[in-house]
T-cell receptor, first 114, second 116 residues
Framework: GNSVTQMEGPVTLSEEAFLTINCTYTATGYPSLFWYVQYPGEGLQLLLKATKADDKGSNKGFEATYRKETTSFHLEKGSVQVSDSAVYFCALRGLSGGYQKVTFGTGTKLQVIP | NAGVTQTPKFRVLKTGQSMTLLCAQDMNHEYMYWYRQDPGMGLRLIHYSVGEGTTAKGEVPDGYNVSRLKKQNFLLGLESAAPSQTSVYFC???????????????FGEGSWLTVV
């Protein structure tokens, strides 16, 4: 079946540091890839997505590139802010058992300190 | 601009009690999902539905039942609550799609359930 593996957290960074959260996946066919963000006490919100190989998703300074050759979708941001503190989930949407299903990673907690 | 709405947001149950979580979406989505979120385990799919009148089991269906009598609503029921069902529950919905369609999943704000 489909699976998503992301780096364990928590990740603690100082403000303005560079962020990378690794995500790799296993899936058949051509899945779509997503990063979701969850702020404390809230539901998940779509951060960015990519639907085919070599696509780059970007939003709010975050970027991730769909790398089919390495089955990866790493999340990056050049300069993090305290307001970026949240839990980040990598996910894929692909065929499983004949239907489109979304599979999530376990989440990576990011804490940005001033 | 409602999107996906879950009720109730918070509930405390005694072991053995029953309850129903209601999810409503106003985006005419075909697919609806119920997830539970537990520390260190991410989101796990409980049940899902690919259209009105259909339901299917996800990864962790035991102890839960669902119904999709109307396209816009997806109900999650706990017939006899257990402490292991203490969790945060998220409903989500999406358009149907195949192949490379990257339809976005829209989430509700979550329902915090405690079983004592």
């Amino acid at each position: 079946g489909n699976s998503v593996t992301q780096m364990e957290g928590p990740v603690t960074l100082s403000e303005e540091a560079f962020l990378t959260i690794n995500c790799t996946y296993t899936a058949t066919g051509y899945p779509s890839l997503f990063w979701y963000v969850q702020y404390p006490g809230e539901g998940l919100q779509l951060l960015l997505k990519a639907t085919k190989a070599d696509d780059k998703g970007s939003n709010k300074g975050f970027e991730a590139t769909y790398r089919k050759e390495t089955t990866s979708f790493h999340l990056e941001k050049g300069s993090v802010q305290v307001s970026d503190s949240a839990v980040y989930f990598c996910a894929l949407r692909g065929l499983s058992g004949g239907y489109q299903k979304v599979t999530f990673g376990t989440g990576t907690k990011l804490q940005v300190i001033p | 601009n409602a999107g996906v709405t879950q009720t109730p947001k918070f509930r405390v149950l005694k072991t053995g009690q029953s309850m129903t979580l209601l999810c409503a979406q106003d985006m005419n989505h075909e697919y609806m999902y119920w997830y539970r979120q537990d520390p260190g385990m991410g989101l796990r799919l409980i049940h899902y539905s690919v259209g009105e009148g259909t339901t299917a089991k996800g990864e962790v269906p035991d102890g839960y039942n669902v119904s999709r009598l109307k396209k816009q609503n997806f109900l999650l029921g706990l017939e006899s609550a257990a402490p292991s069902q203490t969790s945060v529950y998220f409903c989500a919905s999406s358009l149907s799609g195949t192949g490379r369609t990257g339809n976005t999943i829209y989430f509700g704000e979550g329902s915090w359930l405690t079983v004592v």
